[in-house]
């Protein structure tokens, strides 16, 4: 079993950045491919960034693309999302997520999942 811990939410002014981080509780994560996604109040879970076990792979959604970026550190057992250019529509509680197999943007193909991180983007 695989438990998602993530941090790194908080709140900044459009315009601004910040960088999620999500480690594992229990499994290395280096043969597991992971994803970001987002959920916003009234909204349905959207994906935000996938990269593969290498680090060599990603998709992002077209709304974070150009100021989203998904990295991996295997040695460390981290995966990060670095956000620029954040925009009031950011506003999220942001998840990572986990599963064995290759790269997607569908929440329900996911195994693992986070308890979520508050980032809020303020005028």
């Known amino acids: 079993q695989v438990q998602l811990v993530e941090s790194g939410g908080g709140t900044v002014q459009a315009g601004g950045s910040l960088r999620l981080s999500c480690t594992p509780s229990?499994?290395?994560?280096?043969?597991?491919?992971t994803a970001w996604f987002r959920q916003a109040p009234g909204e349905e879970r959207e994906f935000v960034a996938t990269i593969n076990q290498s680090g060599g792979i990603t998709y992002y959604a077209d709304s974070v693309k150009g100021r989203f970026t998904i990295s991996r550190d295997n040695t460390k057992n981290l995966v990060y999302l670095q956000m620029n250019n954040l925009k009031l529509e950011d506003t999220a509680v942001y998840y990572c997520?986990?599963?064995?197999?290759?790269?997607?943007?569908?929440?329900?193909?996911?195994?693992?999942w986070g308890q979520g991180t508050q980032v809020t983007v303020s005028s």
């Open positions: 997520a986990a599963r064995a197999a290759a790269p997607t943007m569908s929440v329900t193909d996911y195994d693992y």
């Open positions: 229990g499994r290395p994560f280096g043969y597991h491919i």
